[in-house]
């Protein structure tokens, strides 16, 4: 299944290296940013929402810029910087010691993340063909979250609340892996250029993103998203480790075990997955994907009411929860990013992208500021109702969306097999 996942070029095979190893760094420091800030740096609990959500608010009003200049100048010339200066950025959160430090930083992150995802995304798109595409984007994802959890078991292991510079190793060792898909990058002269060089400027001259927005069907993917990320990914790094440790009490290294399980899900099933899913509807497996994120939050709200009185059970409905959101994750991951590239053109591909980036920078405000007041209220009751809430009514609009496609952009019917372009005579 590895093997069958593989995309044809080698290109693509090295970016998808540079992404299972700076994922290693990612890793070691995902669980722990709201920990660090208000345990370790002495921020309240608003105050690091505040900057966490001041985060996602900069990489949303940025994204639109990082589509354009992809689009224009090739996603080579836009992912390198941002690559050094999200480095700069991770590092220079080892400094942090204040609430305005917190938010400069976290400003520099944002600028510098604003155009990776969507980037990369269109580099792996330029170089795989329709019929390679969902399966390369689900490898990638599990690459990503193999170097995930061997940081998370790596941090957890290191990381103590008592010792401020255990945060700021793993701060530093985290700018150090962002350097890795750039060096590869750099080694690939050919990769990453600009798609549609000759019809580029008409298209993508003026009203670029109302084209992408007058589309109706990735209108309705971006609702979903944005209903699904709010109530799943934003609440990852807050909500969940927030709910875990206040309510259901257990430690932060409970919390890095947890999200261990979560990544040991998503590589030991993601290949498996993407096998299943071919010649499936891709918005049925949407909707599996919003009840299967609303499964993981009961099953950790049911741990919450659990808590103390059995700690042990308690912490291993934590893991749970954990786990089964991965195995959500590992539906929505080849489908979401094969889905916006079969709705783009090459034109529009950085903008359509960047869109699609754009809804976990959206819910990256929503997501962390709402967080800390909801699961304040009524010991966290309120903060899983409305997640398990929103999550249900995501599947129901991926439903929706399943008669704006073709059978072919809903993978019912698969695209068909590149063919190896003939050699043209120098």
Same mark, same amino acid.
């Given at each position: 299944?590895?093997?069958?996942?593989?995309?044809? !070029?080698?290109?693509?095979?090295?970016?998808?290296?540079? @992404?299972?190893?700076?994922?290693?760094?990612?890793?070691?420091?995902?669980?722990?940013?709201?920990?660090?800030?208000?345990?370790?740096?002495?921020?309240?609990?608003?105050?690091?929402?505040?900057?966490?959500?001041?985060?996602?608010?900069?990489?949303?009003?940025?994204?639109?810029?990082?589509?354009?200049?992809?689009?224009?100048?090739?996603?080579?010339? &836009?992912?390198?910087?941002?690559?050094?200066?999200? $480095?700069?950025?991770?590092?220079?959160?080892?400094?942090?010691?204040?609430?305005?430090?917190?938010?400069?930083? $976290? @400003?520099?992150?944002?600028?510098?993340?604003?155009?990776?995802?969507?980037?990369?995304?269109? +580099?792996?798109?330029?170089?795989?063909?329709?019929?390679?595409?969902?399966?390369?984007?689900?490898?990638?994802?599990?690459?990503?979250?193999?170097?995930?959890?061997?940081?998370?078991?790596?941090?957890?292991?290191?990381?103590?609340?008592?010792?401020?510079?255990?945060?700021?190793?793993?701060?530093?060792?985290?700018?150090?892996?962002?350097?890795?898909?750039?060096? +590869?990058?750099? @080694?690939?002269?050919?990769?990453?250029?600009?798609? $549609?060089?000759?019809?580029?400027?008409?298209?993508?001259?003026?009203?670029?993103?109302? =084209?992408?927005?007058?589309?109706?069907?990735?209108?309705?993917?971006? +609702?979903?998203?944005?209903?699904?990320?709010?109530?799943?990914?934003?609440?990852?790094?807050?909500?969940? =480790?927030?709910?875990?440790?206040?309510? *259901?009490?257990?430690?932060?290294?409970?919390?890095?075990?947890?999200?261990?399980?979560?990544?040991? #899900?998503? *590589?030991?099933?993601?290949?498996?997955?993407? !096998?299943?899913?071919?010649?499936?509807?891709?918005?049925?497996?949407?909707?599996? &994907?919003? %009840?299967?994120? %609303?499964?993981?939050?009961?099953?950790?709200? %049911?741990?919450?009411?659990?808590?103390?009185?059995?700690?042990?059970?308690?912490?291993?409905?934590?893991?749970?929860?954990?786990?089964?959101?991965?195995?959500?994750? @590992? #539906?929505?991951?080849?489908?979401?990013?094969?889905?916006?590239? $079969?709705?783009? =053109?090459?034109?529009?591909?950085?903008?359509?992208?960047?869109?699609?980036?754009?809804?976990?920078?959206?819910?990256?405000?929503?997501?962390?500021?709402?967080?800390?007041?909801?699961?304040?209220?009524?010991?966290?009751?309120?903060?899983?109702?409305? &997640?398990?809430?929103?999550?249900?009514?995501?599947?129901?609009?991926?439903?929706?969306?399943?008669?704006?496609? =073709?059978?072919?952009?809903?993978?019912? *019917?698969?695209?068909?097999?590149?063919?190896?372009?003939?050699?043209?005579?120098?």
């Amino acid at each position: 299944m590895l093997r069958r996942s593989l995309p044809r !070029r080698p290109e693509a095979r090295r970016i998808l290296l540079g @992404t299972l190893l700076s994922a290693i760094g990612r890793g070691l420091t995902l669980p722990f940013l709201f920990i660090y800030l208000t345990d370790v740096r002495g921020l309240s609990d608003p105050r690091a929402g505040l900057v966490i959500g001041w985060y996602g608010a900069v990489t949303l009003a940025l994204s639109p810029l990082g589509g354009t200049l992809i689009d224009r100048f090739g996603a080579r010339r &836009v992912v390198l910087p941002s690559l050094l200066i999200e $480095a700069i950025g991770t590092g220079s959160l080892a400094l942090v010691d204040s609430t305005a430090s917190a938010f400069g930083v $976290a @400003t520099v992150i944002a600028i510098g993340s604003s155009a990776i995802w969507s980037g990369q995304n269109t +580099i792996l798109a330029s170089l795989t063909a329709d019929d390679e595409r969902q399966r390369v984007y689900g490898l990638n994802f599990a690459l990503l979250n193999l170097g995930i959890g061997v940081g998370g078991l790596t941090s957890g292991a290191i990381v103590d609340v008592a010792r401020p510079v255990t945060f700021q190793a793993i701060y530093l060792l985290d700018a150090l892996s962002y350097l890795t898909p750039a060096i +590869i990058l750099l @080694t690939l002269p050919h990769v990453g250029h600009r798609l $549609a060089a000759g019809a580029a400027g008409a298209k993508t001259g003026g009203g670029g993103y109302l =084209t992408v927005l007058r589309d109706r069907p990735f209108r309705r993917l971006v +609702i979903f998203g944005l209903v699904l990320t709010t109530c799943g990914y934003a609440q990852i790094e807050v909500g969940f =480790t927030a709910y875990a440790v206040r309510v *259901v009490e257990v430690t932060p290294r409970v919390v890095a075990w947890a999200l261990a399980g979560n990544t040991l #899900m998503i *590589v030991l099933s993601q290949l498996l997955v993407i !096998r299943r899913m071919e010649g499936r509807s891709r918005t049925g497996g949407l909707a599996v &994907v919003g %009840a299967v994120f %609303a499964t993981a939050w009961l099953t950790l709200g %049911a741990a919450g009411l659990i808590g103390t009185g059995n700690a042990l059970v308690a912490a291993l409905g934590v893991v749970a929860c954990a786990a089964i959101f991965g195995f959500g994750e @590992t #539906m929505l991951s080849p489908v979401m990013p094969a889905l916006t590239n $079969a709705l783009a =053109t090459d034109e529009l591909r950085g903008r359509y992208n960047a869109m699609s980036s754009m809804i976990f920078g959206i819910s990256g405000v929503i997501g962390p500021v709402t967080a800390g007041p909801l699961i304040g209220a009524a010991d966290g009751k309120v903060w899983v109702a409305v &997640v398990v809430g929103g999550c249900l009514a995501a599947s129901l609009i991926a439903l929706s969306l399943r008669p704006l496609l =073709t059978a072919i952009q809903d993978g019912r *019917v698969p695209a068909p097999a590149a063919r190896t372009p003939e050699p043209t005579p120098a």
